[in-house]
Every structure is written in structure tokens, then in C-alpha cells.
């Protein structure tokens, strides 16, 4: 097993398109990481210059002990399962599992036994004779998975592996894949674009946009402590509620303002956000801290509920406040009608300011 360290590690194209800006990332020995960003953020990219299939324009990059910047990827340690399955139709699955061994020259009887082993493990033992055409999806993943685990490699590169599935398949290949990773105790790199898939997976994610790393940390904490307003609307689902203002001080309290709301800030926020009062801010809130309340105060805003879709455990409230759009997520019981004026009070203990040209969170820090 082995750690993997990228150290400024960059890719550029044609000389000047920056596909990863330098970027430094320390996967510890053993860890199941995730990297999650929409289409296009370098996520893929980054993924595959760990496998030595994109040329590293500059920085360094370690596996284990060995700095692995010119090493080919069949000499790097490293497996990878590719999201289109990449196997081969004329062979069997058996075959398929046993190709990268028989490469690599491994006796028969330890080609056989690791084969058979995996099989079993994966629920693959009946199917070692078929070929790829006659398996689900969901099977087809599963040997491109076991293809890899034979081999027994220090580090397991994943790229969207799951996109393919459909929605009941990627939650049970979900479990499997947290279950295999308990059980083969290796570092696992896994990249999707799908925030659900990063929160219930990783151990940490890391959070890309446009090339950069915007934030590495355990799956809540990501969350609830989201650095910029990039993460914190992509993280999450349904998304944050945004609302763009400023802050003002009034009588001694610090208030959150706009033409629509004037929300008197707790101790937290009001702490943090004096050093930006009279700026151009946004305020978050997370969907289910908001609470439904029967009369209005100056930490609450009222608005006209759109519409409403029941969950079974609760009900998503979709929200008019002003001209801006809001989400909130309350109890199932809470009886409310479309077109009714409701009073909202956000739990501010998990409210967020974000503020600067970069748009910082400045209640976090």
C-alpha cells in the first residue's frame, strides 16, 4: 500500500491551456479519497496524470517512496477502472479478471487462485465462464473491479466508474465498493462528478473547480464549513440558498440587508462579519436550516411558498422571498399550502457569509 503526494503538480495544453493549475494534495496510505467537481474542472485530468496516461507539464508527483514524475504506468503500482468498463468482449470474464496477470507472467495456479478468490468476493463466481455481452451493467463494473483487484496493486485509481449504472444499481455499487475498500485495506482515488457519490464514499474529498483545488476535508466538515460559495453550492443537495446583500450595523447589532430582507445576525456572525460592513456580500443557508415559525422577528423573513413536493419523512418547500428563490426542507407534518405566506427564521448557528472577490467564507475562519 502507499500514500500518493502531488506536489504543484500542473497540466497544460498547447502551451498555454492550464487544464490543473498547480495544485498540492497528500492522499495518506490506506484512503478511500474522492474528487468531485462538475465536467471540465481537472478532476479527470489529475486522475490520469497519478496513472502516468497524461504527461505532467511540472511539479512532482510520489507513490509511496518513489518520486514516479517519468516512470510508465505499468511500472507505477497502480490499477485503474475506467467508467466505460474497457473489457474485452471475446474473452470470458475469467479471462478478463486474468489478462493483466498472464502479462505480467504470474504462474498458472496464482493466476487461478486470485481469479477465483475475487470472484467469489465480488459475487462473480458463476459468471467466470460468460462473456461480457451476457452480464448487467452493474456485473460489467464488477469485473472491471476484479480485473484490477488481482492484481493487487499499492494504489486504485477510479474514474466515474458508476456513471453508466442506473440510480438503484449506483446505490447498491456504492455499498460495494465502501465494503470492498474495508476489506482490501488499500488507497483508493476516485473521481465523479456526482457530490452524493463523494459524500457517502470518501474518507476526504477533495473539491475541484476550473482547475483548482478549493477545498480537501472529511465529507462533513466540507458541509458544514464550506471555504467559498463554489463549495458550498456544490456540495449538497438540494443546493444552499443564496441571497445577495450587504451588512450593516444598526443601534449596536449587526444586521444582514437587502430590498427584500433585513436579518439581525447572531453572536457568530456578527462577530465575523463586522470586518465587512458596507460591502457587497452573500448570505447562505442550508435548505433544512430553515424553520418554519408562526410569527416574524428580526432573525426571520417571510415568503410565498410556490410550490411543495412531499417526501414521505418530509416535504421541500420551494419559496418566494422577494424575487429570489429559496428551498426549504421541513417536517412532513408542518401543514402548509401553496400560495401561503409563511415566516421563515434560519438557524444562523449554520448560516454563512461570503464575501471578497473570491467569495470566502468569513464565518468560518
Known sequence: MAEVVLTKLKKVYNGNVIAVHESDLHIKDKEFMVMVGPSGCGKST????????????????????????????????????????????HMTVYDNMAFGLKLRKFPKDEIDKRVRETA???????????KPKALSGGQRQRVALGRAIVREPSVFLLDEPLSNLDAKMRVGMRKELKLLHQRLQTTMIYVTHDQVEAMT???????????????????????????????????GTPTMNFLGGTIKEENGDIYFNNETVNLKLNERMASKSKSVIGQDVTFGIRPEK???????????????????????????????VGDHDFTAKVEAHIQIDVNQKIVLKPNLEFGHIFAGENEVNITIA
Open 290 to 320: 430553515l424553520n418554519v415559525v408562526d410569527s416574524a422577528d428580526a432573525s426571520s423573513f417571510t415568503g410565498i411558498v410556490e410550490v411543495i413536493e412531499k417526501l414521505g419523512d418530509s416535504q421541500m418547500l420551494f419559496i418566494k
Open 46 to 89: 489529475t486522475l490520469r496524470m497519478v496513472a502516468g496516461l497524461e504527461e505532467i507539464s511540472d511539479g512532482e508527483l510520489k507513490i509511496g517512496d518513489r518520486v514516479v514524475n517519468n516512470v510508465p504506468p505499468k511500472d507505477r503500482d497502480i490499477a485503474m477502472v475506467f467508467q466505460n468498463y474497457a473489457l474485452y468482449p
Open 201 to 235: 464514499l470518501g474518507d476526504r474529498i477533495c473539491v475541484m473547480s476550473h482547475g483548482y483545488i478549493q477545498q480537501v476535508g472529511k465529507p462533513l466538515d466540507v458541509y458544514d464549513y464550506p471555504k467559498n460559495k463554489f463549495v458550498a453550492g456544490f456540495i
Open 120 to 130: 467469489e468476493h465480488l459475487e462473480l463466481a458463476e459468471y467466470l465462464p460468460r
